[in-house]
């Protein structure tokens, strides 16, 4: 009988080493006549386990990880292949409390499948939610999005449901479906781990919403930092154009879409909507006056709806089960689940998706077990390079959209970086206004000069050069980026620099630090 | 074959070979038909080139009926596309956030020290240039490090060492 085995192909699984894990484990069975068969699937986000081998049992998957080529005969001669026990072993995966305490909607698939199987997506409930919406009136689509609270994954939290109702409403002769797959922000990669682990779901959240809104044309904007996830979409987009689920008459229906993946070049900014518009036209990623908004003139000048890679793939469970269903998740106007990225200085890092409400506290030690060096964790940043830094006191802080707005913060994209108490805050608040100026579209002033600017009083604030006065300015040039800024890049850096000063000042104090007066 | 007579390939220095203009005009022949073909085609340029040569610009902008500036702005404007031959191998380390609170800054420095290089440099036998990345979206398993198109982990200063070493091998076994 032939035993399964399962070893992810995700980047992040790839990154230590688990392809040599999977040449080990075939070597090895082939060795010992024992017959496998190695499946690459995504990963089940359990990220310090990685390289996280799965062997199906009579009893369900059990895990062992994390798996070195070295581990391999050792796992052999415990007698893994029936799911023995061994020093990497962690049982049934799927009781591993990490895992089991999530609620996973949008990554309900993501480790669990084959991402390369169109087969094994429609086993486990792919499609469903296209199959719905075929039967639906494009309004009631829209209609059953914007019930269910969905809103913008991306970081903005825009409803989803607006948007789309837009392009519905506007006629065109052409329309356009793009998914933002530029997951620049440090601390993050949900967009990624589903590209990777469930590729068909964006494909047929995308589909959903090109006959929503009536776009018959898709492109997916994908930064070419992520090589893994490109090739994972392109292979799930021929094998859904072979069989129908792309292109004309999708499953026999009237109905068109087709779809094409699109790389970036390195430039955060395109991560903006109207920025990633402008790139996707071939053109120097530089911000967009708004309006007219992307839904009446987007891509090409045509309607466009343009959203995140968990915003459309959270959208085929809506169809599928209801808004209701998903609605029934989260707290507030923060409705659902999201996925969450424990990242940086952490034990347990990885992804999480719960529903909105849970706290940081419960995040970064019951599920992260406390800092990866043992040292107490001094602050984390959420939401990216334009997140709010965060003291210790903030940790009780509910994950909800609204909540974190109150705290002068932002939730961005579900992205948490954690720092431990060797972490030098005002070196991070440099960097904010370092990044700013890297990244700065450079259309509008106080962000492409501002930073530069910034960049400069922080270096004379930290050398104790007239602090009181620096400062002073320092809030003055945050003001007017924040005011001032055409987009969130220069609207926001402010966010983690000033977040970074007020919560804590001690490490801006040269005098306190070298014990020498300013 | 007219539109090659466009540019005498004769004065355009020693960067661009023959084969390099053959390259980028078949590139663009094969894609300039499709929207917005401008990126995609660099893309497929830096890919075969290894670089977008600053004489193919010219070029790529008679094909598709742009401005020199306006190829040129879209190449300049986008970190990933250069304009020099570079080494046999790219190294991208992460400055970003999540992999500076695990010793990035440290990995950073180390690289250059070790290789003799700054960012956007290349080491002295050719094989490796450096570059710095903002996130390679392995936030949990920093520091990280992307060698051509593969991604590393949990990147030590000796794992940084042992990896160097394995790609000058792999380039030294080439060719």
Same mark, same amino acid.
């Given at each position: 009988m032939t035993t399964r085995i399962y070893v992810p192909r995700d980047a992040a699984a790839r990154s230590v080493g688990s392809d040599a894990t999977a040449r080990a484990l075939q070597a090895e069975g082939q060795r010992r006549s024992i017959d496998i068969q190695v499946i690459r699937n995504g990963s089940?986000? /359990? /990220?310090?386990? $990685?390289p996280l081998v799965e062997v199906v049992t009579p009893a369900g998957r059990v895990a062992y990880g994390p798996v070195q080529p070295a581990d391999v005969a050792g796992l052999f001669d415990a007698g893994f292949i029936s799911g023995a026990t061994h020093s990497l072993s962690h049982g049934p995966t799927e009781e591993i409390p990490y895992f089991k305490k999530q609620e996973r909607?949008?990554?309900?698939r993501v480790g669990i499948t084959?991402?390369?199987?169109l087969e094994d997506y429609l086993q486990h409930g792919g499609y469903r939610g296209l199959k719905a919406a075929l039967d639906m009136e494009p309004a009631a689509i829209v209609g059953a999005v914007t019930a269910s609270g969905l809103?913008?994954?991306?970081? +903005?939290?825009?409803?989803a449901g607006i948007k789309w109702k837009t392009v519905l409403g506007v006629s065109a002769d052409q329309k356009y479906i793009v998914c933002?797959?530029?997951?620049?922000?440090?601390?993050?990669?949900s967009d990624r781990m589903v590209m990777e682990g469930d590729p068909f779901v964006l494909i047929e959240g995308m589909t959903i919403a090109g006959i929503a809104t009536g776009a018959t044309s898709g492109y997916i904007y994908l930064r070419w930092e992520y090589p893994d996830a490109k090739a994972a979409l392109n292979a799930a987009i021929a094998s859904a154009y072979e069989k129908r689920y /792309?292109? $004309?008459?999708?499953l026999g229906t009237d109905k068109r879409f087709d779809l094409e993946v699109r790389s970036g070049?390195? +430039?955060?900014?395109?991560?903006e909507e109207t920025s990633l518009l402008e790139s996707l036209e071939s053109k120097r990623g530089q911000v967009r006056f708004k309006p007219p908004l992307p839904a009446i003139?987007? /891509?090409?000048g045509k309607p466009t709806v343009i959203n995140n890679v968990i915003t459309l793939a959270s959208v085929p469970i809506i169809l599928d089960k209801g808004a209701d269903h998903y609605q029934h998740f989260g707290m507030g106007r923060s409705r659902g689940t999201l996925p969450i990225q424990l990242a940086g200085n952490?034990?347990?890092?990885g992804l999480i998706e719960k529903a909105?409400?849970?706290?940081l506290r419960e995040l970064l030690?019951?599920?992260?077990?406390?800092s990866l060096s043992g040292r107490p964790i001094r602050a984390v940043q959420v939401g990216g390079p334009l997140g709010a830094y965060l003291p $210790?006191?903030?940790?009780?802080?509910?994950?909800?959209y609204e909540a974190f707005t109150e705290i002068k913060g932002m939730l961005g994209h579900g992205g948490i970086v954690v720092f431990d108490d060797t972490v030098d805050m005002a070196a991070q608040a440099r960097y904010a206004m370092e990044f700013c100026a890297i990244e700065?579209?450079?259309?509008?002033?106080p962000c492409r000069i501002g930073s530069t600017r910034g960049v400069e009083v922080i270096d004379r604030l930290i050398a104790g050069n007239n602090p009181a006065k620096q400062e002073t300015l320092l809030r003055d040039l945050c003001d007017t980026m924040t005011?001032?800024?055409?987009?969130?890049?220069g609207g926001l850096t402010p966010y983690p620099v000033l977040s970074a000063l007020n919560h804590f000042p001690e490490d801006f104090d040269t005098s306190a630090r070298t014990g020498v007066p300013a | 074959m007219a539109k090659v007579q466009i540019v005498n390939t004769k004065a355009l220095g020693p960067v661009v070979s023959r084969a390099q203009v053959d390259a980028v005009l078949g590139i663009c022949a094969a894609l300039?038909?499709?929207?917005?073909p401008l990126i995609p085609i660099l893309h497929a340029i830096q890919e075969k080139v290894g670089f977008v040569p600053k004489d193919a610009v010219p070029l790529i902008a008679a094909e598709l009926n742009l401005s020199i500036a306006e190829v040129h702005g879209v190449v300049s404007f986008y970190?990933?596309?250069?304009q020099d031959p570079g080494g046999r191998h790219t190294v991208h380390i992460c400055r970003a956030e999540a992999c500076q609170a695990v010793g990035a800054v440290e990995v950073e420095a180390h690289a250059k020290r070790t290789l003799g290089v700054e960012f956007h440099g290349t080491t002295r036998d050719g094989a490796i240039r450096l570059e710095p990345v903002?996130?390679?979206?392995n936030c949990a398993l920093g520091p990280s490090i992307m060698i051509d198109q593969e991604l590393h982990g949990r990147v030590s200063t000796q794992r940084f060492d042992e990896l160097m070493q394995d790609t000058r091998a792999a380039t030294a076994g080439e060719p």
């Open positions: 089940r986000g /359990l /990220l310090w386990l $990685e909607l949008t990554f309900a084959d991402p390369r199987s809103r913008g994954r991306g970081g +903005a939290a825009f409803p933002n797959a530029d997951e620049g922000d440090s601390g993050t990669f /792309l292109g $004309e008459n999708i070049a390195g +430039a955060y900014i395109c991560g003139q987007g /891509l090409f952490i034990k347990h890092g909105f409400g849970i706290s030690y019951d599920y992260g077990g406390g $210790e006191s903030q940790f009780d802080t509910q994950l909800d700065s579209c450079g259309k509008c002033t005011y001032g800024s055409l987009c969130a890049l | 300039k038909s499709i929207p917005a970190h990933y596309f250069r903002y996130c390679l979206g």
